[in-house]
Structure formats: structure tokens, C-alpha cells
């Protein structure tokens, strides 16, 4: 059974740092990695998803992806106060049907 | 983009009474999954279905029934709710036919605020 876990539980950054946010997960059989991010009282959105290993930028976010590692993380630059929210990865394997697992998510708050 | 919605959005409902919780999809997704969130924690799978008139039990199905009438209608039933039950539940459905360039990414309604006295 797949496990997911992230870290930090929670952060606090001020406004204009860098976010780090990591995610592991135990099968490496594992393709699809996902980063959602939830903020508070609304629906989890997907972010950014990538599929080989290396790195993905999309704006200030970018995804870093170490398979053999079984470790991908996220990472925001300059970070605003509208990026306060819960983030959630999630991991997913081709065949099977359920699709995303989902880690317990990490908390970051921006201040401003 | 995917449309999910979900009725009610928020219920108050009373120990060992029955709850169900509806949800609608228009995008012609195959999956759609029932998930549970925990004040400020992770998604839990509750079930999920792959195709209609077919469920399929997830991580914590103990204490929940769900059904799926058609490819756009998913309904999670707690026949004797209980305090325990009390929690946010988010509905999704995603398109996992292979060779999609999203592929199992899944879309979310807004949620269901259950509170269970």
C-alpha cells in the first residue's frame, strides 16, 4: 500500500521568501506526482503535476521530481499572501483504480 | 474546466439518523470518488466508482454506503450517523482513460459541511 507523507506539518514565511514543501512517497513503481493546493473553506485545485524525473517551472512554482529518491517537492518563489493555504501532493500509479493518494498536507502561511 | 457540485453544501444531522450526500458531474468523467477532510488534515478515500451501477470501497469505508445511478450522479448514504462522522466531504471525478496529458488529475467540488448532534 502506498504511503505518502509531507513535511513540514506547517510554516510560516514572511512575504518575498522561498516555500519548500516535500513530499515522499514508498512505491516506486509510482508515474503521476501532483501538488493541490486547498485554500481555506474552499475545494483542493490542482497546481502543477510532472511526470519524469528532473524539474518543472510554471511561474513562481516549480516542481522538483528524484524517483530513485522517492522524494518531490515544491517550490514558490516569492511568496504572496494569497499563497496561504493547505497543500496537499498526491501520488498516482497507471493502472489501478484509485488513482491519487493523497499526503497529509502542509499548512503555510505568508505573512505579510 | 470539469464541473463538480455537491447538495447539500452544508447539513446538520442527528445521531443514527440517515444522511445522504449527493453529487453531480458534467464533463463525462468515468471516475468519481467521495472523500473526507478532517479539520485542516489530508483527503480520505471513503469510495470511489469507475463506472455506473459499480462502487468500490477505499481506505475508510466502515460506516458509509455509496451509489451510482448514472456516469454524472454519485451519492454517499450514511445510513446511522454518528458524532465521529462529522467532518468536510469533498466529491471529485477525473478522466483516467490513458494517454490524457492530465491524467488522473481530479476535480473537486465545493464540499459538504457535515455536522452530526
Known amino acids: 500500500q502506498q504511503n505518502v507523507q509531507q513535511s513540514p506539518e506547517s510554516l510560516i514565511v514572511p512575504e518575498g521568501a522561498r516555500t519548500s514543501l516535500n513530499c515522499t512517497f514508498s512505491d516506486s513503481a509510482s508515474q503521476y506526482f501532483w501538488w493541490y493546493r486547498q485554500h481555506s473553506g474552499k475545494a483542493p485545485k490542482a497546481l502543477m503535476s510532472i511526470f519524469s524525473n528532473g524539474e518543472k517551472e510554471e511561474g513562481r512554482f516549480t516542481i522538483h521530481l528524484n524517483k530513485a529518491s522517492l522524494h518531490f517537492s515544491l517550490h514558490i518563489r516569492d511568496s504572496q499572501p494569497s499563497d496561504s493555504a493547505l497543500y496537499l501532493c498526491?501520488?498516482?500509479?497507471?493502472?489501478?483504480?484509485?488513482?491519487?493518494?493523497f499526503g497529509t498536507g502542509t499548512t503555510v502561511s505568508v505573512s505579510p | 474546466e470539469a464541473a463538480v457540485t455537491q447538495s447539500p453544501r452544508s447539513k446538520v444531522a442527528v445521531t443514527g439518523g440517515k444522511v445522504t450526500l449527493s453529487c453531480h458531474q458534467t464533463n463525462n468523467h468515468d471516475y468519481m470518488y467521495w472523500y473526507r477532510q478532517d479539520t485542516g488534515h489530508g483527503l480520505r478515500l471513503i469510495h470511489y466508482?469507475?463506472?455506473?451501477?459499480?462502487?468500490e470501497k477505499g481506505d475508510i469505508p466502515d460506516g458509509y454506503k455509496a451509489s451510482r445511478p448514472s456516469q454524472e450522479n454519485f451519492s454517499l448514504i450514511l445510513e446511522l450517523a454518528s458524532l465521529s462522522q462529522t467532518a468536510v466531504y469533498f466529491c471529485?471525478?477525473?478522466?483516467?482513460?490513458?494517454?490524457?496529458?492530465?491524467?488522473?488529475?481530479?476535480?473537486f467540488g465545493p464540499g459538504t459541511r457535515l455536522t452530526v448532534l
Open positions: 466508482s469507475y463506472v455506473a451501477d459499480s462502487t
Open positions: 498526491a501520488v498516482s500509479m497507471r493502472q489501478g483504480g484509485r488513482a491519487l493518494i
Open positions: 471529485a471525478s477525473s478522466d483516467m482513460r490513458t494517454g490524457k496529458s492530465n491524467y488522473a488529475e481530479q476535480f
